[in-house]
């Protein structure tokens, strides 16, 4: 691997550690709605506990600089910790410098500071003050060149916690590491971040399936009719409208525009006043049968409007890979959340907390901070304890 863990890493008792975690969840009414990152980044803050570290947390919630108190209340559930709201400053510095071993204590959203998504070296400094060692656990922002990713592994002795080693492990199993006959299933709304990705698959990948707002763009530019449904702009390449390996629906779940009917219709007698919500049940056999031989399975966005409730289709598919034996992984945020709520993470083998990450390294093979690990060659031989 190209980083240390903190799984390995020899942690003196008393040491000051500052924890950038996975804390971007989703909070509805002032309450978190999905806890399933905080689960996982969790074991890397109980882990530095064990090990008698001093322990500051520090991430980032929504674009806004949302505060990260509902954040709190979930997380403290999970492992006790503080809450401090405010992420630099006095307050913050007495309450760091006050941290017992096997406390950990978390700051305020790293966004409530414009220095953050700046990268801004001053601001670095001031996060990293009272610190011995950086520890970075959240992949999901392993694609921000933010001050608290990429400018705090330049600036101080890094590891990888428990969850991003992991994930970054996983990924290695659908791009260097694949095993083949590999499926594909790729569906959302931005065919912008989705299309290099679906380049990319398909030169690996012996079968992608599409859905969602991509679905439709590449069936109109197919020349099949999807009504009034919603189409990006995004140009759509040549080598991806002709491969035979792009498996656009066969049938659909199709309403009217105001939601008064629904039905499920062969694509061809799709009306004009009619939108496209979900792929229909001739869809997913024809995703059986290539499960049946799969090797791998990916799954990265939900094939239906979830918002205005049509999720079955993509809650069937978790039942039909979880009677695989393929190696299954499942990522983005909206995803994972949907499967969370219907209590289906356990039918995948792996659940990945990334979105626009996971979506760069497979697009792309690498993120800034793993980019910046790698400018760490050595492992630190020892590390200073602040007093």
Same mark, same amino acid.
């Not at 322990?55 to 520090?58: A, E, L, Q, R, S």
């Given at each position: 691997?190209?980083?240390p863990?903190?799984q390995?890493?020899?942690i003196?008792?008393g040491?000051?550690?500052?924890?950038?975690?996975?804390?971007?969840?989703?909070?509805?009414?002032?309450?978190?709605t999905?806890?399933? @990152? +905080?689960?996982?980044? $969790?074991?890397? #803050?109980?882990?530095?506990?064990?090990?008698?570290?001093r =322990?500051?947390? !520090?991430g980032?919630?929504?674009?806004?600089?949302?505060s990260?108190?509902?954040?709190?209340?979930?997380?403290?559930?999970?492992?006790?910790l503080?809450?401090?709201p405010?992420?630099?400053?006095?307050?913050?510095?007495?309450?760091?410098?006050?941290?017992?071993?096997?406390?950990?204590?978390?700051?305020?959203?790293?966004?409530?500071?414009?220095?953050?998504?700046?990268?801004?070296?001053?601001?670095?400094?001031?996060v990293?003050?009272?610190?011995?060692?950086?520890?970075?656990?959240?992949?999901?922002?392993?694609?921000r060149?933010h001050?608290?990713?990429?400018?705090?592994?330049?600036?101080?002795?890094?590891?990888?916690?428990?969850?991003f080693?992991?994930?970054?492990?996983a990924?290695l199993?659908?791009t260097? @590491? +694949?095993?083949?006959? $590999?499926?594909? #299933?790729?569906s959302?709304?931005?065919?912008?971040?989705? =299309?290099p990705? !679906?380049?990319?698959?398909?030169e690996?990948?012996?079968?992608?399936?599409?859905?969602?707002?991509?679905?439709?763009?590449?069936?109109?530019?197919?020349?099949?009719?999807?009504?009034?449904?919603?189409?990006?702009?995004?140009?759509?390449?040549?080598?991806?409208?002709n491969s035979?390996?792009?498996?656009?629906?066969?049938d659909?779940?199709?309403?009217?525009?105001?939601?008064?009917?629904?039905?499920?219709?062969?694509?061809?007698?799709?009306?004009?006043?009619?939108?496209?919500?979900d792929?229909?049940?001739?869809?997913l056999?024809?995703?059986?049968?290539?499960?049946?031989?799969?090797?791998?399975?990916?799954?990265?966005?939900?094939l239906?409007?979830?918002?205005?409730?049509?999720?079955?289709?993509t809650?069937?598919?978790?039942?039909l890979?979880a009677?695989?034996q393929?190696?299954?992984?499942v990522?983005?945020?909206?995803?994972?959340?949907?499967?969370?709520?219907?209590?289906?993470?356990?039918?995948?083998?792996?659940?990945?907390t990334g979105?626009?990450?996971?979506?760069?390294?497979?697009?792309?093979?690498?993120?800034?901070v793993?980019?910046a690990?790698?400018?760490?060659?050595?492992?630190?031989?020892?590390?200073?304890?602040?007093?």
């Open positions: 691997m190209l980083f863990s903190i390995q890493a020899q003196p008792h040491a000051r550690v500052l924890l950038r975690a996975s804390l971007n969840v989703p909070v509805q009414g002032g309450e978190v999905g806890a399933f @990152r +905080l689960q996982q980044t $969790a074991r890397t #803050i109980k882990l530095l506990k064990e090990k008698g570290a =322990i500051t947390v !520090i980032h919630l929504g674009r806004k600089g949302e990260l108190a509902p954040v709190h209340r979930a997380l403290s559930q999970i492992t006790p503080t809450f401090i405010a992420l630099v400053g006095e307050m913050a510095y007495k309450a760091r410098k006050n941290i017992e071993p096997g406390e950990a204590l978390l700051l305020e959203n790293t966004r409530t500071d414009p220095r953050e998504t700046e990268n801004d070296d001053l601001f670095v400094e001031e990293a003050a009272q610190t011995d060692i950086f520890v970075f656990d959240d992949f999901s922002a392993a694609h060149e001050a608290s990713t990429v400018g705090l592994i330049n600036e101080l002795p890094s590891y990888a916690g428990i969850l080693y992991e994930e970054v492990t990924v199993r659908l260097e @590491r +694949l095993e083949k006959p $590999a499926v594909a #299933i790729i959302g709304a931005k065919c912008e971040t989705k =299309i990705l !679906i380049e990319q698959l398909l690996s990948y012996e079968t992608v399936f599409v859905g969602g707002v991509i679905a439709n763009a590449i069936l109109k530019q197919r020349g099949f009719q999807i009504g009034a449904s919603k189409v990006d702009g995004t140009p759509i390449a040549e080598n991806i409208l035979r390996n792009v498996i656009t629906p066969h659909v779940i199709a309403t009217k525009k105001d939601f008064s009917e629904t039905r499920m219709i062969p694509l061809q007698e799709m009306q004009p006043d009619e939108i496209i919500v792929v229909g049940s001739k869809t056999k024809a995703m059986q049968h290539h499960f049946e031989n799969a090797k791998t399975i990916l799954l990265n966005g939900p239906g409007w979830c918002e205005k409730g049509f999720c079955t289709q809650t069937e598919i978790s039942g890979v009677n695989t393929a190696y299954s992984f990522g983005g945020g909206e995803t994972v959340a949907l499967l969370e709520q219907h209590d289906l993470l356990d039918d995948w083998r792996f659940i990945s979105g626009g990450s996971l979506l760069t390294y497979l697009a792309e093979g690498t993120l800034p793993i980019e690990f790698k400018k760490k060659i050595k492992r630190p031989k020892s590390v200073p304890v602040a007093q």
